[in-house]
């Protein structure tokens, strides 16, 4: 069965192409990252208006590789959650493409698909992708899913059947890298900027303190973010009251790197002492790491360190940021369980928990 996804939350415009849930037939994203950068941000406004400038030739491109539409089975769309004007544009089009076409539709939450980049396992040639994961995870999976948004430790004992066992209770770890990297004059987006950044920095000369949470699952960034805030104000010599956009000027290169790499050892710290703690609890066949930080190279080697019995496999880089290929593999397994939306009926849903999706609604389970 072939899956076209469309993925459109954010800043990327994706669609890509994926059969049986672990095959990629093809793959394409047009990122907004140039875009972006000027803002130091991503702008809801500016998003919604280059996905629209963009979304059907990507689509277009993404059918064509596969076969043209005479091959694709059903269509998976990103519905949930993400900006409002962003999901608008990739759900609008996926309806009207699904109902003119008349091809089954499923509404897919992004969070929940991004595990699901760890299911592809094989690529036509044409993709260059020599180094995916080797085999599909097994249940029960244990799931550290971080990104930009979202910090979340899910425990998945089968499709569509899992728990969330931890959260963050203020700041995701993402938006934490793009906060420090701020404060330290580093480019958006924070993460690979700070992750160069750490290369050549000294990952011991600056004390961060970890949340204790009341919850063991639970994270907390915004005290590590301005724990960092605070120390480079004492490093630089100036109080709260000086402007935190100019304090970068005032560091050297070498200590603005030993804060990038004290900062980044301390957050990823904190992610795999959950994890850690949670395989020992669980004792889960599988573990995998999903998200934009998922690409942290320092979070896979602390994870491969501290779980080697685990022999964690890991997704492309471009699997890891919003792609289009996570939300087609989902849409596969969401398709043998469910039975396809009204395209006519869907909604965008800008903020719902991966609690409360297609899965836990009975009367969509197929017969």
Request: aromatic share 8%; with cysteine.
């Amino acid at each position: 069965m072939k899956i076209l996804g469309i993925e459109s939350s954010c800043d990327e415009t994706a669609a890509a192409v994926v059969e049986d849930g672990s095959r990629l037939l093809a793959n394409v994203i047009n990122s907004q990252i140039d875009i972006h950068k000027v803002f130091g941000g991503v702008v809801p406004e500016v998003a919604a208006r280059s996905h629209l400038e963009v979304v059907l030739p990507v689509i277009d491109k993404a059918v064509r590789d596969a076969g043209g539409w005479s091959e694709i089975d059903a269509i998976a769309c990103t519905t949930m959650p993400g900006l409002i004007g962003s999901l608008l544009i990739g759900s609008l089009t996926a309806r009207t493409i699904a109902v003119a076409k008349n091809i089954p539709f499923y509404p897919i939450h992004h969070v929940e698909a991004h595990v699901y980049a760890n299911f592809i396992t094989s690529a036509v040639s044409e993709l260059n992708f020599n180094n995916l994961p080797k085999n599909q995870p097994q249940f029960p999976m244990l799931a550290l899913i971080v990104s930009g948004g979202h910090s979340q430790i899910v425990l998945f004992h089968d499709y569509g059947n899992y728990e969330l066992i931890g959260q963050t209770q203020d700041d995701a770890v993402g938006e934490a890298f793009d906060k420090v990297a701020k404060i330290l004059g580093l480019p958006y987006p924070g993460g690979p900027s700070i992750a160069k950044a750490a290369e050549t920095g000294d990952s011991s000369r600056f004390y961060f303190p970890k949340a204790k949470m009341s919850r063991k699952y639970d994270f907390s960034f915004s005290g590590l973010k301005t724990a960092v805030l605070r120390s480079v104000q004492s490093e630089v010599g100036v109080d709260h009251t000086f402007p935190s956009n100019e304090l970068h000027a005032r560091l050297d290169e070498r200590t603005r790197d030993d804060f990038a790499a004290s900062f980044q050892n301390i957050a990823v710290q904190t992610l795999v002492d959950k994890v850690v703690v949670a395989v020992r609890e669980f004792a889960p066949k599988s573990v995998v790491i999903a998200g934009g930080v998922a690409a942290n190279q320092e979070l896979r080697k602390q994870l491969r360190e501290r779980l080697p019995e685990m022999n964690i496999e890991y997704p492309p880089m471009s699997l890891c940021t919003d792609n289009a290929a996570m939300v087609a593999s989902l849409g596969y397994f969401v398709s043998r369980k469910i039975k396809p939306a009204d395209p006519r009926d869907i909604e965008v849903l800008p903020s719902i928990s991966m609690t409360k999706t297609a899965w836990n609604l009975s009367e969509n389970l197929a017969k």
